[in-house]
């Protein structure tokens, strides 16, 4: 069936490095695109999302990119932080809006000193 | 805003028992969204309200489950009997439509002994 996944379920980057963090998305209809941070023991945290009819959207320190072709998404973080360490999931869904969100199983991104 | 409340933040009970979720989703928001997270399944959507009113309980595993919202201000979910396979974090988030951010609660930890 039609699915989320993270191709690296952890990635390990020196602090002040840049870090990307990989999605790939199965279902060509959908059209919006969020990522999400989970610290331990906390809920998820939107960071920064994108709809199907953009290539690229910038937040603070964050990027997304999307790559319809591929069917790929992609979340850049800049300069990367110790309290970026936290596990990242990417989630889709489709009809324009954020219902029946499907999310991914994360990536584990460790920060290190 | 205090943001999503949930509530108890763990719980513990054995097999057989009834367990209630409770959640307050952020005011003026009028999505609600049940969510449970385990490291084998990670994030599934069980069910999620407008208004009020449940518009999609596709994602509840079975009819031991069950899920209401009696006002704008509060939510809960009953798993009645509870089982050892149900023991997961269950998250409850809200946003202002379907097109908008989901901001989630802290989460529930039940562990069915």
């Known amino acids: 069936g039609e699915s989320v996944g993270l191709h690296l379920p952890t990635l390990s980057v020196q602090e002040g490095d840049n870090s990307i963090i990989n999605c790939a998305y199965s279902?060509?209809?959908?059209?919006?695109f969020i990522w999400y941070k989970q610290e331990s023991g906390k809920g998820p945290q939107f960071i920064i999302d994108?709809?199907?009819n953009m290539d690229k959207r910038q937040g603070q320190r964050v990027t997304v990119l999307l790559n319809k072709t591929v069917k790929h998404l992609s979340l850049q973080i800049a300069a990367t932080q110790p309290g970026d360490s936290a596990v990242y999931f990417c989630?889709?869904?489709w009809g324009g809006g954020a219902d029946g969100l499907t999310f991914g199983k994360g990536t584990h991104l460790i920060i290190q000193p | 805003d205090a943001g999503v409340i949930q509530s108890p933040r763990h719980e513990v009970t054995e097999m057989g028992q009834e367990v209630t979720l409770r959640c307050k989703p952020i005011?003026?928001?009028?999505?609600l969204f049940w969510y449970r997270q385990t490291m084998m399944r990670g994030l599934e959507l069980l069910i999620y309200?407008?208004?009020?009113?449940?518009?999609?309980d596709s994602g509840m595993p079975e009819d031991r489950f069950s899920a209401k919202m009696p006002n704008a201000s509060f939510s809960t979910l009953k798993i009645q009997p509870s089982e050892p396979r149900d023991s997961a974090v269950y998250f409850c988030?809200?946003?202002?439509?379907?097109?908008?951010?989901?901001?989630f609660g802290p989460g529930t930890r039940l562990t069915v002994l």
């Open positions: 988030a809200s946003s202002w439509d379907t097109t908008d951010t989901q901001y």
């Open positions: 005011s003026g928001h009028d999505y």
């Open positions: 309200f407008n208004n009020n009113v449940p518009i999609d």
């Open positions: 279902n060509s209809a959908s059209d919006y």
């Open positions: 994108i709809r199907s």
């Open positions: 989630a889709e869904t």
